[in-house]
Structures are given as structure tokens and as C-alpha cells.
């Protein structure tokens, strides 16, 4: 079982900066895959960034130059820097992690900019 929890969403100018984090508990040590989606009203959720166990990573054409995904020091953290936010990022930002072959979803966090 893996437990992930977002934090560090909420309300931003257009052209503003967030950080988002997300803690793991659980089965954190057997992690293959961490990383973000997100879900604006009346669309599906989509990948915003992921990043594997060698800590190369993967991001959505729409947040290349703007986004950055990391990991911490600690294997139960992951961060996603979101700079230059425009209000097309106004979503509920997910976190998401493989293990073992099966998916966990944190609950979310909003993240609205404002135009």
C-alpha cells in the first residue's frame, strides 16, 4: 500500500510561481514511477510530469521551459516547480505513483491562476 498526500496548491496571478509536494508512506522503498497529472473541469485528467527510479523524467509538451519535476533527498518526497503559470494550469493536480505494477492517486490539490 502507498499513501500519497499533495500539498502547496492554490490561488495565483498569471506569470506567478507555486510549488507543489507530494508525500509518500507506505511501500515507498519499492517505488518505480513518480509523477503528476492534472484534471481541469470537464476534461480528463492528463500527464503533467513524470519522473522514474533513475530520475530521468517526462513532461507534457504544454509546461516544457515552465515545469520542473524533482525528487528529494528522501525517497518519500516529490515536487513539481511550476513557474510562468498561466490560468490553461487551473486544475486539481494529482500525485501518482507506481509500485510494483499497480497505481496509487494522492487525492489532489488546486491550483487556480488567475488571468
Known amino acids: 500500500q502507498l499513501l500519497l498526500v499533495e500539498s502547496g496548491g492554490g490561488l495565483v496571478q498569471a506569470g506567478g510561481s507555486l510549488r507543489l509536494s507530494c508525500a509518500a508512506s507506505?511501500?515507498?522503498?519499492?517505488?518505480?514511477?513518480m509523477g503528476w497529472y492534472r484534471q481541469a473541469p470537464g476534461k480528463q485528467r492528463e500527464l503533467v510530469a513524470l519522473i522514474n527510479s533513475d530520475r530521468s523524467t517526462n513532461l507534457a509538451d504544454s509546461v516544457k521551459g515552465r515545469f520542473t519535476i524533482s525528487r528529494g533527498n528522501a525517497v518519500n518526497t516529490l515536487y513539481l516547480q511550476m513557474n510562468r503559470l498561466i490560468p490553461e494550469d487551473t486544475a486539481v493536480y494529482y500525485c501518482?505513483?507506481?509500485?510494483?505494477?499497480?497505481?496509487?492517486w494522492g487525492r489532489g490539490t488546486q491550483v487556480t491562476v488567475s488571468s
Open positions: 501518482y505513483g507506481k509500485r510494483l505494477g499497480v497505481a496509487y
Open positions: 507506505g511501500g515507498i522503498f519499492s517505488i518505480d514511477t
